[in-house]
Protein backbone atom coordinates (compact mmCIF):
# COMPACT_ATOMS: atom_id res chain seq x y z
CA UNK A 1 0.00 0.00 0.00
CA UNK A 2 1.76 3.42 -1.27
CA UNK A 3 2.14 6.28 1.42
CA UNK A 4 -0.31 9.28 1.71
CA UNK A 5 0.91 12.69 0.21
CA UNK A 6 1.25 14.60 2.90
CA UNK A 7 1.48 18.57 2.64
CA UNK A 8 2.85 19.99 6.30
CA UNK A 9 1.56 24.12 6.84
CA UNK A 10 3.81 25.62 9.65
CA UNK A 11 5.77 28.70 9.76
CA UNK A 12 8.40 27.47 11.73
CA UNK A 13 10.90 25.69 9.60
CA UNK A 14 12.55 23.52 12.84
CA UNK A 15 8.78 22.34 13.26
CA UNK A 16 8.56 21.72 9.68
CA UNK A 17 11.65 19.79 9.82
CA UNK A 18 11.00 17.56 12.69
CA UNK A 19 7.55 17.09 11.08
CA UNK A 20 8.90 15.76 8.04
CA UNK A 21 11.82 13.53 9.81
CA UNK A 22 8.60 12.08 11.36
CA UNK A 23 7.55 11.21 8.06
CA UNK A 24 9.74 9.25 6.67
CA UNK A 25 8.80 7.23 3.47
CA UNK A 26 6.17 9.37 3.32
CA UNK A 27 5.76 11.94 -0.06
CA UNK A 28 6.12 15.48 1.84
CA UNK A 29 5.99 18.67 0.67
CA UNK A 30 6.29 21.85 2.84
CA UNK A 31 4.30 25.37 3.42
CA UNK A 32 5.11 28.27 5.15
CA UNK A 33 2.29 30.40 5.33
CA UNK A 34 -1.63 30.09 3.54
CA UNK A 35 -0.27 31.10 0.28
CA UNK A 36 2.40 28.83 -0.37
CA UNK A 37 -0.43 26.10 0.95
CA UNK A 38 -2.67 26.69 -2.05
CA UNK A 39 -0.01 26.98 -4.44
CA UNK A 40 0.67 23.51 -3.82
CA UNK A 41 -2.50 22.39 -3.15
CA UNK A 42 -3.42 24.21 -6.95
CA UNK A 43 -0.43 22.05 -8.46
CA UNK A 44 -1.11 18.73 -6.82
CA UNK A 45 -4.33 17.69 -4.46
CA UNK A 46 -2.75 16.03 -0.92
CA UNK A 47 -4.12 12.86 0.59
CA UNK A 48 -3.60 14.47 4.11
CA UNK A 49 -2.46 18.26 5.23
CA UNK A 50 -0.98 18.69 8.48
CA UNK A 51 -1.52 22.38 9.78
CA UNK A 52 0.00 24.20 12.46
CA UNK A 53 -3.20 25.55 14.88
CA UNK A 54 -1.16 29.03 14.73
CA UNK A 55 -0.17 30.62 12.07
CA UNK A 56 0.12 34.18 11.92
CA UNK A 57 -1.37 36.59 10.82
CA UNK A 58 -4.18 33.41 10.08
CA UNK A 59 -5.51 30.64 12.33
CA UNK A 60 -4.98 27.00 11.59
CA UNK A 61 -9.06 27.16 10.87
CA UNK A 62 -9.12 30.11 8.78
CA UNK A 63 -6.22 28.39 6.56
CA UNK A 64 -8.47 25.19 6.55
CA UNK A 65 -11.34 26.72 5.17
CA UNK A 66 -8.99 28.48 2.66
CA UNK A 67 -7.45 25.34 2.08
CA UNK A 68 -11.17 23.24 1.72
CA UNK A 69 -11.96 25.84 -1.06
CA UNK A 70 -9.25 24.11 -3.08
CA UNK A 71 -9.59 20.91 -2.23
CA UNK A 72 -12.83 20.25 -0.38
CA UNK A 73 -13.08 17.76 2.11
CA UNK A 74 -9.09 17.20 2.60
CA UNK A 75 -8.74 15.49 5.89
CA UNK A 76 -6.75 17.50 8.16
CA UNK A 77 -4.43 17.49 11.28
CA UNK A 78 -3.67 19.88 13.58
CA UNK A 79 -0.35 20.18 15.31
CA UNK A 80 -0.40 22.88 18.20
CA UNK A 81 2.76 24.02 20.69
CA UNK A 82 -0.16 24.48 23.27
CA UNK A 83 -1.15 21.17 24.04
CA UNK A 84 -4.50 21.98 25.92
CA UNK A 85 -7.75 20.64 25.38
CA UNK A 86 -9.32 23.91 24.36
CA UNK A 87 -7.31 23.61 21.36
CA UNK A 88 -7.72 20.13 20.63
CA UNK A 89 -11.92 20.93 20.86
CA UNK A 90 -11.02 24.22 18.54
CA UNK A 91 -9.85 21.80 15.99
CA UNK A 92 -12.39 19.67 16.18
CA UNK A 93 -15.05 21.97 15.40
CA UNK A 94 -13.46 23.49 13.11
CA UNK A 95 -13.47 20.00 10.65
CA UNK A 96 -10.06 18.51 11.57
CA UNK A 97 -9.89 14.74 11.81
CA UNK A 98 -7.44 14.86 14.71
CA UNK A 99 -5.54 16.84 16.80
CA UNK A 100 -1.80 16.18 18.01
CA UNK A 101 0.46 18.27 20.54
CA UNK A 102 3.80 19.33 19.00
CA UNK A 103 5.35 17.74 21.95
CA UNK A 104 4.34 14.23 20.47
CA UNK A 105 5.91 14.57 16.81
CA UNK A 106 8.66 12.58 17.56
CA UNK A 107 7.55 9.82 19.44
CA UNK A 108 8.11 6.73 17.50
CA UNK A 109 5.74 6.02 14.86
CA UNK A 110 3.04 8.38 16.70
CA UNK A 111 2.60 10.80 13.89
CA UNK A 112 2.98 8.67 11.03
CA UNK A 113 0.03 5.88 12.35
CA UNK A 114 -1.92 9.15 13.07
CA UNK A 115 -1.32 10.06 9.31
CA UNK A 116 -2.22 6.63 7.76
CA UNK A 117 -5.23 6.36 10.22
CA UNK A 118 -6.45 9.63 8.83
CA UNK A 119 -5.61 8.97 5.53
CA UNK A 120 -7.59 5.07 5.68
CA UNK A 121 -10.62 6.92 7.18
CA UNK A 122 -10.96 9.68 5.16
CA UNK A 123 -11.09 7.17 2.06
CA UNK A 124 -13.92 5.21 4.11
CA UNK A 125 -15.34 8.41 4.29
CA UNK A 126 -15.27 9.23 0.42
CA UNK A 127 -16.86 5.91 0.03
CA UNK A 128 -19.36 6.04 2.05
CA UNK A 129 -20.36 9.33 0.97
CA UNK A 130 -20.15 8.31 -2.54
CA UNK A 131 -22.63 4.95 -2.00
CA UNK A 132 -25.03 7.36 -0.05
CA UNK A 133 -25.07 9.81 -3.09
CA UNK A 134 -25.69 6.74 -5.41
CA UNK A 135 -28.43 5.49 -3.25
CA UNK A 136 -29.99 8.63 -3.37
CA UNK A 137 -30.02 9.00 -6.77
CA UNK A 138 -31.68 5.33 -7.06
CA UNK A 139 -34.36 6.58 -5.01
CA UNK A 140 -34.89 9.65 -5.96
CA UNK A 141 -35.37 7.95 -9.45
CA UNK A 142 -37.73 5.61 -7.85
CA UNK A 143 -39.64 8.33 -6.32
CA UNK A 144 -38.83 5.79 -2.75
CA UNK A 145 -38.31 7.10 0.58
CA UNK A 146 -36.56 6.60 3.39
CA UNK A 147 -37.50 5.50 6.88
CA UNK A 148 -35.70 3.73 10.34
CA UNK A 149 -37.42 3.32 14.04
CA UNK A 150 -35.89 3.51 17.24
CA UNK A 151 -38.11 1.32 19.21
CA UNK A 152 -36.48 3.20 22.66
CA UNK A 153 -37.62 6.47 21.82
CA UNK A 154 -40.57 4.70 20.29
CA UNK A 155 -40.17 7.31 17.26
CA UNK A 156 -40.33 7.17 12.97
CA UNK A 157 -37.31 8.72 11.44
CA UNK A 158 -38.04 9.05 7.39
CA UNK A 159 -37.22 11.50 4.75
CA UNK A 160 -39.06 14.72 2.58
CA UNK A 161 -40.46 11.85 0.17
CA UNK A 162 -41.37 9.48 3.50
CA UNK A 163 -43.05 12.49 4.86
CA UNK A 164 -45.12 13.24 1.71
CA UNK A 165 -46.35 9.65 0.80
CA UNK A 166 -47.96 9.11 4.31
CA UNK A 167 -48.95 12.07 4.44
CA UNK A 168 -47.46 13.10 7.83
CA UNK A 169 -46.61 16.75 9.84
CA UNK A 170 -43.54 19.07 9.24
CA UNK A 171 -40.55 17.13 10.57
CA UNK A 172 -38.42 14.59 9.88
CA UNK A 173 -39.25 12.31 12.77
CA UNK A 174 -42.69 10.75 14.26
CA UNK A 175 -44.13 8.72 17.15
CA UNK A 176 -44.62 5.19 15.79
CA UNK A 177 -48.58 5.78 17.35
CA UNK A 178 -49.06 9.16 15.34
CA UNK A 179 -47.45 7.01 12.28
CA UNK A 180 -49.41 3.92 12.50
CA UNK A 181 -52.66 6.24 13.59
CA UNK A 182 -52.81 6.50 9.25
CA UNK A 183 -53.57 2.64 8.66
CA UNK A 184 -56.35 0.59 8.64
CA UNK A 185 -56.58 -1.35 12.19
CA UNK A 186 -55.71 -4.81 9.99
CA UNK A 187 -53.03 -2.72 8.06
CA UNK A 188 -51.41 -1.93 11.42
CA UNK A 189 -52.00 -5.29 13.04
CA UNK A 190 -49.98 -6.70 9.75
CA UNK A 191 -47.23 -4.19 10.23
CA UNK A 192 -46.97 -4.73 13.72
CA UNK A 193 -46.25 -8.60 12.92
CA UNK A 194 -43.72 -7.75 10.33
CA UNK A 195 -42.10 -5.40 12.15
CA UNK A 196 -41.58 -7.99 15.14
CA UNK A 197 -40.46 -10.94 12.51
CA UNK A 198 -37.83 -8.51 11.14
CA UNK A 199 -38.60 -8.70 7.88
CA UNK A 200 -41.52 -6.02 6.07
CA UNK A 201 -43.00 -6.08 2.71
CA UNK A 202 -46.49 -4.55 3.04
CA UNK A 203 -49.10 -2.77 0.60
CA UNK A 204 -50.87 -0.18 2.98
CA UNK A 205 -53.55 1.84 2.47
CA UNK A 206 -52.76 5.62 3.38
CA UNK A 207 -55.72 7.11 5.28
CA UNK A 208 -54.60 10.60 5.55
CA UNK A 209 -54.01 10.91 1.61
CA UNK A 210 -57.15 9.96 -0.13
CA UNK A 211 -56.43 6.97 -2.83
CA UNK A 212 -52.75 6.36 -1.98
CA UNK A 213 -50.84 2.89 -1.05
CA UNK A 214 -47.95 2.68 -0.55
CA UNK A 215 -45.45 -0.50 -0.48
CA UNK A 216 -43.40 -0.27 3.01
CA UNK A 217 -40.40 -2.44 2.68
CA UNK A 218 -37.70 -2.92 5.35
CA UNK A 219 -35.72 -5.21 8.03
CA UNK A 220 -34.39 -5.29 11.22
CA UNK A 221 -31.16 -2.99 12.29
CA UNK A 222 -29.25 -5.74 14.85
CA UNK A 223 -26.48 -3.00 15.18
CA UNK A 224 -28.99 -0.43 16.28
CA UNK A 225 -31.83 -2.31 17.51
CA UNK A 226 -34.38 -0.81 15.31
CA UNK A 227 -35.62 -1.62 11.46
CA UNK A 228 -35.00 0.41 8.38
CA UNK A 229 -36.02 0.33 5.01
CA UNK A 230 -38.26 2.04 1.83
CA UNK A 231 -41.36 2.98 0.85
CA UNK A 232 -42.23 3.53 -2.52
CA UNK A 233 -46.19 5.13 -4.27
CA UNK A 234 -48.01 2.14 -6.09
CA UNK A 235 -51.29 4.13 -5.96
CA UNK A 236 -51.61 4.03 -9.46
CA UNK A 237 -50.65 0.39 -10.51
CA UNK A 238 -53.20 -0.36 -7.14
CA UNK A 239 -55.97 1.25 -8.60
CA UNK A 240 -55.42 -0.44 -12.30
CA UNK A 241 -56.05 -3.42 -10.38
CA UNK A 242 -58.87 -2.04 -8.57
CA UNK A 243 -60.55 -0.86 -12.54
CA UNK A 244 -59.57 -4.63 -13.54
CA UNK A 245 -60.88 -6.40 -10.36
CA UNK A 246 -64.16 -4.88 -10.81
CA UNK A 247 -64.39 -5.16 -14.70
CA UNK A 248 -64.05 -9.04 -13.98
CA UNK A 249 -66.62 -8.73 -10.98
CA UNK A 250 -69.61 -6.81 -13.13
CA UNK A 251 -69.00 -9.83 -15.76
CA UNK A 252 -69.03 -12.13 -13.37
CA UNK A 253 -72.16 -10.97 -11.63
CA UNK A 254 -73.81 -10.17 -15.55
CA UNK A 255 -72.92 -13.86 -15.80
CA UNK A 256 -74.09 -15.46 -12.95
CA UNK A 257 -77.71 -13.46 -13.80
CA UNK A 258 -77.85 -14.39 -17.02
CA UNK A 259 -77.34 -18.40 -15.99
CA UNK A 260 -80.11 -18.58 -13.30
CA UNK A 261 -82.95 -18.34 -15.95
CA UNK A 262 -81.53 -21.40 -18.06
CA UNK A 263 -80.66 -23.17 -15.02
CA UNK A 264 -83.93 -22.76 -13.36
CA UNK A 265 -85.88 -24.37 -16.89
CA UNK A 266 -82.79 -27.38 -15.92
CA UNK A 267 -84.32 -27.91 -12.89
CA UNK A 268 -87.84 -27.42 -13.60
CA UNK A 269 -87.46 -30.32 -16.36
CA UNK A 270 -85.36 -32.53 -14.32
CA UNK A 271 -88.61 -31.88 -11.92
CA UNK A 272 -91.19 -32.71 -14.23
CA UNK A 273 -88.62 -36.35 -15.99
CA UNK A 274 -88.25 -37.42 -12.44
CA UNK A 275 -92.13 -38.01 -11.28
CA UNK A 276 -92.66 -39.92 -14.61
CA UNK A 277 -93.43 -43.61 -14.22
CA UNK A 278 -92.07 -44.24 -17.63
CA UNK A 279 -87.83 -43.92 -16.34
CA UNK A 280 -86.22 -47.04 -16.47
CA UNK A 281 -83.86 -46.99 -13.63
CA UNK A 282 -80.93 -45.98 -15.62
CA UNK A 283 -82.48 -43.21 -17.11
CA UNK A 284 -83.74 -42.35 -13.21
CA UNK A 285 -80.07 -42.06 -12.04
CA UNK A 286 -79.37 -39.74 -15.01
CA UNK A 287 -82.22 -37.56 -14.08
CA UNK A 288 -81.06 -37.47 -10.38
CA UNK A 289 -77.63 -36.58 -11.87
CA UNK A 290 -79.20 -33.41 -13.36
CA UNK A 291 -81.01 -32.36 -10.46
CA UNK A 292 -77.95 -32.75 -8.17
CA UNK A 293 -75.20 -30.72 -10.80
CA UNK A 294 -78.24 -28.49 -11.38
CA UNK A 295 -78.23 -28.03 -7.17
CA UNK A 296 -74.71 -27.66 -7.27
CA UNK A 297 -74.50 -24.65 -10.54
CA UNK A 298 -77.33 -22.66 -8.75
CA UNK A 299 -75.07 -22.58 -5.02
CA UNK A 300 -72.17 -21.53 -6.92
CA UNK A 301 -74.51 -18.87 -8.81
CA UNK A 302 -75.05 -17.55 -5.19
CA UNK A 303 -71.47 -17.45 -4.54
CA UNK A 304 -70.74 -15.52 -7.72
CA UNK A 305 -73.31 -12.77 -6.96
CA UNK A 306 -72.12 -12.81 -3.30
CA UNK A 307 -68.79 -11.71 -4.39
CA UNK A 308 -70.05 -9.19 -6.75
CA UNK A 309 -72.12 -7.78 -4.38
CA UNK A 310 -69.40 -8.16 -1.77
CA UNK A 311 -66.29 -6.88 -4.17
CA UNK A 312 -68.37 -3.50 -5.96
CA UNK A 313 -68.99 -1.85 -2.89
CA UNK A 314 -72.87 -2.41 -2.59
CA UNK A 315 -72.24 -4.95 0.26
CA UNK A 316 -74.32 -7.98 1.28
CA UNK A 317 -78.31 -7.35 1.87
CA UNK A 318 -79.02 -8.33 5.13
CA UNK A 319 -82.77 -9.62 7.27
CA UNK A 320 -81.95 -9.29 10.65
CA UNK A 321 -84.15 -10.54 13.54
CA UNK A 322 -83.67 -12.12 17.17
CA UNK A 323 -82.64 -15.19 16.82
CA UNK A 324 -81.86 -17.38 19.51
CA UNK A 325 -77.84 -18.37 18.22
CA UNK A 326 -77.19 -20.79 20.68
CA UNK A 327 -80.01 -23.24 19.36
CA UNK A 328 -78.76 -21.86 15.53
CA UNK A 329 -75.61 -23.24 16.27
CA UNK A 330 -77.01 -26.98 17.85
CA UNK A 331 -79.27 -26.95 14.58
CA UNK A 332 -76.16 -27.01 12.24
CA UNK A 333 -73.99 -28.92 14.55
CA UNK A 334 -76.36 -31.93 14.53
CA UNK A 335 -77.14 -31.64 10.73
CA UNK A 336 -73.57 -31.37 10.01
CA UNK A 337 -73.19 -34.98 12.63
CA UNK A 338 -75.67 -36.54 10.90
CA UNK A 339 -74.51 -35.80 7.10
CA UNK A 340 -70.88 -36.96 8.06
CA UNK A 341 -71.11 -39.28 11.46
CA UNK A 342 -68.66 -36.46 12.69
CA UNK A 343 -67.60 -36.14 16.55
CA UNK A 344 -68.02 -32.78 17.78
CA UNK A 345 -67.76 -31.27 21.42
CA UNK A 346 -70.01 -28.73 21.76
CA UNK A 347 -69.95 -25.70 24.21
CA UNK A 348 -72.40 -22.84 23.89
CA UNK A 349 -74.07 -20.46 26.18
CA UNK A 350 -77.50 -18.94 25.70
CA UNK A 351 -76.78 -15.89 23.35
CA UNK A 352 -79.66 -13.68 21.45
CA UNK A 353 -78.69 -11.42 18.57
CA UNK A 354 -80.90 -9.69 16.07
CA UNK A 355 -79.08 -11.21 12.93
CA UNK A 356 -79.50 -12.46 9.64
CA UNK A 357 -79.80 -15.99 10.21
CA UNK A 358 -79.72 -17.66 6.71
CA UNK A 359 -76.66 -15.68 6.62
CA UNK A 360 -75.44 -16.82 9.57
CA UNK A 361 -76.14 -20.67 8.79
CA UNK A 362 -74.32 -20.04 6.25
CA UNK A 363 -71.35 -18.69 8.02
CA UNK A 364 -71.48 -21.45 10.54
CA UNK A 365 -71.98 -24.41 8.10
CA UNK A 366 -69.02 -23.08 6.15
CA UNK A 367 -66.52 -23.21 9.01
CA UNK A 368 -68.53 -26.98 10.12
CA UNK A 369 -67.76 -28.28 6.56
CA UNK A 370 -64.15 -27.05 6.93
CA UNK A 371 -63.88 -28.12 9.64
CA UNK A 372 -64.88 -32.29 8.70
CA UNK A 373 -63.22 -31.70 5.23
CA UNK A 374 -59.79 -30.93 6.70
CA UNK A 375 -59.42 -32.14 10.51
CA UNK A 376 -58.43 -35.17 11.19
CA UNK A 377 -61.24 -37.43 11.75
CA UNK A 378 -59.71 -39.17 14.88
CA UNK A 379 -59.94 -36.52 16.84
CA UNK A 380 -63.81 -34.07 17.74
CA UNK A 381 -64.37 -31.06 16.43
CA UNK A 382 -65.16 -28.59 19.25
CA UNK A 383 -67.69 -25.63 19.18
CA UNK A 384 -67.42 -22.42 21.53
CA UNK A 385 -69.91 -20.12 21.67
CA UNK A 386 -70.39 -17.22 24.49
CA UNK A 387 -71.61 -13.95 25.29
CA UNK A 388 -69.22 -10.74 24.61
CA UNK A 389 -70.42 -7.71 25.68
CA UNK A 390 -73.24 -6.98 23.62
CA UNK A 391 -72.44 -9.65 21.09
CA UNK A 392 -70.90 -13.15 20.82
CA UNK A 393 -68.03 -15.07 20.13
CA UNK A 394 -68.16 -18.38 18.13
CA UNK A 395 -64.78 -20.46 17.92
CA UNK A 396 -64.47 -23.47 15.47
CA UNK A 397 -61.73 -25.77 16.50
CA UNK A 398 -60.22 -28.71 14.07
CA UNK A 399 -57.03 -30.45 14.75
CA UNK A 400 -54.82 -31.59 11.71
CA UNK A 401 -52.16 -30.35 9.41
CA UNK A 402 -50.94 -27.25 9.92
CA UNK A 403 -52.12 -24.12 8.30
CA UNK A 404 -49.14 -22.95 6.58
CA UNK A 405 -48.43 -19.05 7.60
CA UNK A 406 -47.99 -18.27 4.04
CA UNK A 407 -51.77 -19.53 3.13
CA UNK A 408 -53.32 -17.99 6.60
CA UNK A 409 -52.39 -14.31 5.33
CA UNK A 410 -54.72 -14.93 2.39
CA UNK A 411 -56.84 -17.06 3.65
CA UNK A 412 -60.01 -15.40 3.25
CA UNK A 413 -59.41 -13.70 -0.45
CA UNK A 414 -61.43 -15.31 -3.06
CA UNK A 415 -60.46 -18.40 -5.29
CA UNK A 416 -57.87 -19.52 -2.25
CA UNK A 417 -58.42 -23.13 -1.35
CA UNK A 418 -56.81 -25.19 1.02
CA UNK A 419 -53.64 -26.99 -0.12
CA UNK A 420 -54.87 -30.19 1.67
CA UNK A 421 -57.49 -30.49 -0.91
CA UNK A 422 -56.94 -33.70 -2.63
CA UNK A 423 -59.98 -32.85 -5.34
CA UNK A 424 -60.96 -28.99 -6.14
CA UNK A 425 -63.93 -28.36 -5.07
CA UNK A 426 -66.34 -25.07 -5.55
CA UNK A 427 -64.85 -21.92 -6.38
CA UNK A 428 -62.79 -21.35 -3.53
CA UNK A 429 -65.25 -18.51 -1.93
CA UNK A 430 -66.21 -19.45 0.97
CA UNK A 431 -64.70 -18.37 3.57
CA UNK A 432 -64.14 -14.69 1.47
CA UNK A 433 -68.29 -14.40 1.86
CA UNK A 434 -68.57 -15.91 5.47
CA UNK A 435 -66.11 -12.94 6.20
CA UNK A 436 -68.06 -10.56 3.94
CA UNK A 437 -71.13 -11.73 6.06
CA UNK A 438 -69.83 -11.69 9.74
CA UNK A 439 -67.88 -7.99 8.23
CA UNK A 440 -71.70 -7.02 6.82
CA UNK A 441 -73.14 -7.56 10.61
CA UNK A 442 -69.67 -5.28 12.16
CA UNK A 443 -68.08 -8.34 13.46
CA UNK A 444 -64.65 -9.94 12.35
CA UNK A 445 -63.60 -13.40 11.37
CA UNK A 446 -60.09 -14.53 11.90
CA UNK A 447 -58.23 -17.78 11.64
CA UNK A 448 -55.16 -19.47 13.82
CA UNK A 449 -53.32 -22.38 13.37
CA UNK A 450 -50.70 -23.73 15.98
CA UNK A 451 -47.38 -25.43 14.72
CA UNK A 452 -49.02 -28.27 17.12
CA UNK A 453 -51.95 -28.58 14.30
CA UNK A 454 -54.77 -27.00 16.51
CA UNK A 455 -57.04 -24.74 13.92
CA UNK A 456 -59.66 -22.19 14.78
CA UNK A 457 -61.63 -20.01 13.34
CA UNK A 458 -62.93 -17.01 15.49
CA UNK A 459 -66.55 -15.07 14.73
CA UNK A 460 -66.66 -11.99 16.68
CA UNK A 461 -69.92 -10.66 16.50
Not at 195 to 201: C, F, I, M, Q
Request: with cysteine; charged share 25%; glycine share 8%.
Amino acid sequence: MSKPNVLIVDDDEIDRLVTRRALKGFIVREAANARDAEDALRHLAADVVILDFFIPPDTGPEVLARLRKIQPNIPCLFLSGQGSEEVAVEAMKAGAEDYLPKTQVTEPRRLAQLVEHTHETAKLRHTAQRAQARLALALDAAGAGTWSTDPRAKTITGDARFRELFGLPEGDTWSLDTWRAGFTPEDAEALDKALAAGSVKLALKVLNVEGRWVELRGRHDDAEGGDFGTVHDISESRAQQEQMLQMKDRLMGIASHDLRNPLSAVKMGATLLARSKSLDEREQRLVTNISVSVERMSKLIVQLLDLTRARLGGGLPLDRKPIDLKQLVETLVDETRLATGRTFDVKTESVTMEIDADRISQVISNLLGNAVKHGDSAHPITIKLEPRGAGATLVVENRGERIPPTLLATLFEPFVQGQTSAVREGLGLGLFISREVVHAHGGKLTATSSPEGLTAFIVEL
